[in-house]
């Protein structure tokens, strides 16, 4: 094992990142080949298959990572939820494991804040394990309720009976998404356990035992190639273009159109290696049989029910709510039924401190360095200010009866195009610029990198939400918004009107005659109506001829 240390050192040294992070990647790359024998074994062995995932995670922490004193903090955290969801009840339980869960993994983030370093520590395994173990306590709290009191995905995700600690540990230890995620929840784990996952899928052959349809290798090696190519372009070009520009003497020397597009260049790449990390462990999970989410329409497989990113709507959202929906989804999905339904009394909406409280949790998950609480904090500011942005600016995009909250796609017109391109922009210009502390951290480097930009985005988002709430600027758009709306349907009713006015008119003199399915009236076509005629006269002639009244010519 010290070759092997000595290996990864030296391949470290020379790509110029630490030893440790190569073998991270070598983990990932490793849930591949693991992953096809894990789908092989049975389903009806379940056993094995948990202390498979068991095995193969331990693996990872002790064999590659050396992680042995960070295993034992995994292990508490999973032990103290187990006993808190089996001897306990009522919302005092998830509420409980979540506040002892985030303040342990808030001392890993303390433990590496005072000691940095460039090497793999568990902070990182925690905090997907942090989403894991609060989403599995409230699960099992919705288990405990009537089902009628649930939503949707409440009732899909709810646990009515405690499962076994064997269970339990293999959703903790599901080797391909333990390290960085994607997070899961207890009935997704056991659903590929059992393979339920597939119920309505054929299997993969005709001679095939097994439900896993086909298309999962196909799909996950895609993920694996643009994985290895997002993480070699970062390695490549991830250097050059970063954040820490601000600091550098050449910076502000440049006229600030040139530091703005920079900026955008610079956010690009510095995502691209989420991109790959997330990409390949997507792969893995793919792997396991993970991930199937139906059929398309022309039949093939979807395998996209595991993905964390969806690339191509981070990079050309419309508006930020579609930009943030498609970045680190299944944190979103986590933050979204662990805290913002959790803190939203029943029967209300959410309001804006609910937001607020969401995303200062988001942070906190993230760890304690200043410039993650500058981004979050940030970030609030901005979801609320494109909320009334989609609220009072994209209805006069719109038809004026378009239903503000309808989940139909609105006709793609030309104004509406123009509205989504501008958007695309604009979301681009402000998450580039908010991402900044994200990547340095600390607070000095974050100030003086937004400095640099002129505080862009926040003049842009704070002035927006002053003007519209402060200065009455929502009222004044949402009575323009309403008027238009008001228009729009008196004339509809004035149309309306007219024509049942014109089809009154042409019944009375005789144009225009009942519907044979019910009221409705219709005008006969000239051509049909004679049809008719010829048709009757020849009738009438045929049945006097045989009564006799009618002559032979």
Not at 387 to 405: E, G, H
Request: positive net charge; glycine residues 8%; hydrophobic residues 45%.
């Amino acid at each position: 094992m010290e070759a092997i240390d000595n290996f990864y050192d030296a391949a470290g040294a020379a790509a110029g990142v630490h030893g440790s992070q190569l073998k991270l990647l070598t983990c990932f790359v490793l849930s591949y080949p693991l992953g096809s024998v894990f789908v092989r074994i049975p389903k009806n062995q379940p056993a094995a298959k948990h202390l498979f995932s068991i095995g193969v995670t331990l693996f990872f922490l002790w064999g590659m990572l050396k992680l042995w004193i960070g295993s034992l903090n995994v292990f508490g955290s999973a032990l103290f939820t187990y006993f808190m969801a089996g001897n306990f009840r009522g919302r005092q339980m998830p509420w409980t494991v979540f506040g002892v869960v985030m303040g342990h993994l808030l001392i890993s983030h303390w433990i590496r804040y005072m000691w940095p370093s460039d090497a793999v520590e568990i902070s990182g395994p925690q905090m997907v394990l942090t989403m894991k173990l609060t989403t599995f306590a409230w699960n099992v709290y919705d288990g405990q309720q009537e089902i009628e009191s649930l939503d949707e995905s409440q009732k899909e995700t709810r646990i009515p009976k405690l499962p076994s600690l064997l269970e339990f540990f293999g959703y903790v230890f599901y080797f391909p998404a333990f390290l960085i995620g994607p997070s899961l929840t207890f009935s997704e784990y056991m659903a590929l356990i059992d393979e339920t996952l597939y119920k309505d899928a054929a299997p993969a052959s005709p001679n095939s035992r097994k439900r896993v349809p086909v298309g999962r290798k196909r799909v996950a090696y895609q993920k694996l190639a643009f994985g290895i190519s997002c993480i070699a372009f970062f390695a490549l070009y991830g250097g050059k273009f970063n954040y820490t520009v601000a600091a550098a003497d050449w910076w502000m020397t440049k006229p600030f159109w040139y530091r703005l597009l920079y900026t955008q260049i610079v956010g690009v790449v510095q995502r691209i290696r989420y991109y790959g990390a997330w990409s390949l462990t997507e792969g893995g999970c793919i792997f396991t049989g993970l991930g199937f989410n139906g059929f398309n329409k022309d039949g093939s497989t979807r395998w996209d029910k595991a993905a964390n990113i969806n690339v191509m709507n981070i990079e050309f959202a419309p508006n930020v709510k579609v930009l943030l929906d498609n970045w680190n989804i299944n944190t979103n999905t986590w933050l979204r039924n662990s805290v913002y339904k959790r803190l939203t009394p029943p029967g209300k909406k959410p309001g804006s401190l609910v937001t607020m409280y969401t995303f200062m949790t988001s942070a906190i998950w993230h760890g304690i360095y200043p410039g993650y609480y500058l981004t979050f904090f940030f970030g609030g500011l901005v979801s609320s200010a494109a909320r009334q942005v989609r609220t009072y600016i994209r209805p006069f995009f719109l038809p004026a009866l378009f239903p503000a909250k309808s989940k139909v796609l609105p006709p793609q017109t030309l104004a509406k195009r123009l509205y989504d391109v501008v958007g695309t922009i604009a979301c681009l210009l402000v998450i580039n610029y908010m991402a900044a502390p994200f990547m340095l951290l600390e607070l000095g480097p974050s100030i003086k990198n937004w400095n640099t930009l002129f505080w862009y985005g926040h003049v842009t988002v704070i002035v927006w939400l002053v003007w519209g709430q402060s200065l009455g600027g929502f009222r004044w758009l949402g009575k323009l918004v309403k008027a238009r709306a008001e228009k729009a349907a008196s004339k509809e009713a004035l149309k309306v009107h007219m024509e049942m006015e014109e089809r009154e008119n042409k019944l009375a003199s005789g144009m225009m005659t009942p519907s044979s399915s019910g009221g409705t009236l219709v005008v006969p076509p000239f051509d049909v109506a004679m049809k008719g005629m010829e048709e009757a006269g020849d009738a009438l002639k045929q049945g006097l001829a045989k009564g006799g009244h009618v002559k032979k010519a």
